[in-house]
């Protein structure tokens, strides 16, 4: 890193203004020792850019879980009221994250607002989207995080998926787009309800909720299978998501996905023999 002289030079300039030549040196040894410190602490901090950057981050990271936890709640609250349980499902979601401390505060504020009966969920989806620069495999992954939770009950209200519907409207995906989504979903978090009431590991996944999973029909060659995997693990690739900005948090959601989408793909390959 290149050395600051800032102190010494302002430390010359107001020491000579004060007391002349000998305040010139007094003031130049005390910038010394103040460009010294400056340059120690931004060493230990990464540099000026790695601070800079670590705002932005954090920055992002606020917005991004305050837009996620706010519409979560906001979802809950569509039923009627907000249940024990979907609070309860809400921080099984927020372990599975692992957010912990002034983070799980800052997501439990968040779902609390949403609940409010005047939230502007409109301006919260738009600064969402804003902040991820309407990038889309970043927008599905938030959108199915909310479907997850949704789901976690096992069933979608039907006015939870109307607020889907136009979030997903403002993220620019369709109907058509947004119940796909949910199907895909809705065999995932069948799939691990059953693996958590047996008391072995599940065997493999059924081919059922296989080809939800991956949403193709069991008639599909295996072109056209290969084809949707591919495209599903790309849009879950942690090291392209991290890239554009999705917490890691987050990203433990998607791995989760990905593993999912890999098991799907694994079952349906042994039944019909792809190679």
Same mark, same amino acid.
């Given at each position: 890193?290149?050395?600051?002289?800032?102190?010494?030079?302002?430390?010359l300039?107001?020491g000579?203004?004060?007391?002349?030549?000998?305040?010139?040196?007094?003031?130049?040894?005390?910038?010394?020792?103040?460009?010294?410190?400056?340059?120690?602490?931004?060493?230990?901090?990464?540099?000026?850019?790695?601070?800079?950057?670590?705002?932005?981050s954090?920055?992002?990271?606020?917005?991004?879980?305050?837009?996620?936890?706010?519409?979560?709640?906001?979802?809950?609250?569509?039923?009627?009221?907000?249940?024990?349980?979907?609070?309860?499902?809400?921080s099984?979601?927020?372990?599975?994250?692992?957010?912990?401390?002034?983070?799980?505060?800052?997501?439990?504020?968040?779902?609390?607002?949403?609940?409010?009966?005047?939230?502007?969920?409109?301006?919260?989806?738009?600064?969402?989207?804003?902040?991820?620069?309407?990038?889309?495999?970043?927008?599905?992954?938030? =959108?199915?995080? +909310?479907?997850?939770?949704?789901? !976690?009950?096992?069933?979608?209200?039907? *006015? /939870?998926? @109307? $607020?889907?519907?136009?979030?997903?409207?403002?993220?620019?995906f369709?109907?058509?787009?947004?119940?796909?989504i949910?199907?895909?979903?809705?065999?995932?978090?069948?799939?691990?309800?059953?693996?958590?009431?047996?008391?072995?590991?599940?065997?493999?996944?059924?081919?059922?909720?296989?080809?939800?999973?991956?949403?193709?029909?069991?008639?599909?060659?295996?072109?056209?299978?290969?084809?949707?995997?591919?495209?599903?693990?790309a849009?879950?690739?942690?090291?392209? =998501?991290?890239? +554009?900005?999705?917490?890691?948090? !987050?990203?433990?959601?998607?791995k989760? *996905? /990905?593993? @999912? $989408?890999?098991?799907?793909?694994?079952?349906?390959?042994?039944?019909?023999?792809?190679?």
């Amino acid at each position: 890193m290149r050395k600051s002289n800032w102190g010494k030079i302002l430390g010359l300039i107001f020491g000579s203004m004060m007391f002349n030549i000998p305040g010139a040196i007094i003031g130049f040894i005390i910038g010394y020792y103040f460009d010294k410190g400056y340059a120690q602490a931004l060493s230990d901090s990464g540099g000026f850019s790695s601070l800079m950057r670590r705002k932005v981050s954090l920055k992002n990271r606020a917005i991004f879980f305050h837009s996620l936890f706010s519409i979560m709640g906001h979802i809950a609250k569509s039923s009627g009221r907000v249940t024990e349980n979907d609070i309860a499902l809400a921080s099984v979601l927020m372990d599975r994250m692992g957010l912990n401390g002034e983070l799980r505060k800052e997501a439990q504020t968040a779902y609390r607002e949403g609940k409010q009966a005047h939230f502007p969920v409109e301006e919260t989806v738009i600064e969402f989207k804003n902040y991820c620069y309407a990038r889309r495999d970043f927008m599905l992954i938030y =959108l199915e995080i +909310q479907i997850q939770a949704a789901l !976690a009950n096992g069933q979608l209200h039907p *006015k /939870a998926r @109307d $607020i889907l519907y136009s979030i997903g409207a403002i993220l620019g995906f369709n109907k058509l787009t947004i119940d796909g989504i949910i199907k895909q979903n809705e065999a995932s978090t069948h799939y691990h309800q059953k693996g958590r009431q047996k008391t072995a590991q599940p065997t493999g996944m059924s081919l059922n909720y296989a080809y939800q999973i991956l949403g193709i029909k069991e008639s599909d060659d295996a072109k056209t299978i290969k084809k949707a995997y591919k495209k599903l693990m790309a849009q879950h690739h942690p090291d392209k =998501l991290s890239a +554009q900005g999705l917490p890691e948090q !987050a990203l433990k959601l998607a791995k989760e *996905k /990905a593993q @999912d $989408i890999q098991a799907a793909y694994e079952a349906i390959k042994q039944h019909k023999g792809i190679k």
